[in-house]
Nanobody, 124 residues
């Protein structure tokens, strides 16, 4: 069992940056693959970035490539999403998710644990 708490969202102007954090409870964080998803009003939950358990392998959606970076600090039980060059279309609620697995997964229904989300709003 793991509990996830996101933080770092907020209101930012287009072109700005935000760093989201997701703190996990438990002592086996290094055994969990992690994903960052987002959901805008009226849209489905979209995978933005994922990391395998060690952090040595990552995935990015096309919308995130070159702008977002996922990283993790297993000693601090925390995964991060650095978001640069933000656009109004990045406005959404951002969620971190975990699955007890070495490898990351791409579908939201493949993750077992979810945080409550943090809102990111990008103004034009």
């Amino acid at each position: 069992q793991v509990q996830l708490v996101e933080s770092g969202g907020g209101l930012v102007q287009a072109g700005g940056s935000l760093r989201l954090s997701c703190a996990a409870s438990g002592r086996t964080f290094s055994s969990y693959a992690m994903g960052w998803f987002r959901q805008a009003p009226g849209k489905g939950r979209e995978l933005i970035a994922a990391s395998n358990a060690s952090g040595g392998s990552t995935y990015y959606a096309d919308s995130a490539k070159g702008r977002f970076t996922i990283s993790r600090d297993n000693a601090k039980n925390t995964v991060y999403l650095q978001m640069n060059s933000l656009k109004p279309e990045d406005t959404a609620r951002y969620y971190c998710a975990a699955r007890y697995s070495g490898s990351y997964y791409l579908r939201f229904d493949e993750y077992d644990y979810w945080g409550q989300g943090t809102q990111v709003t990008v103004s034009s």
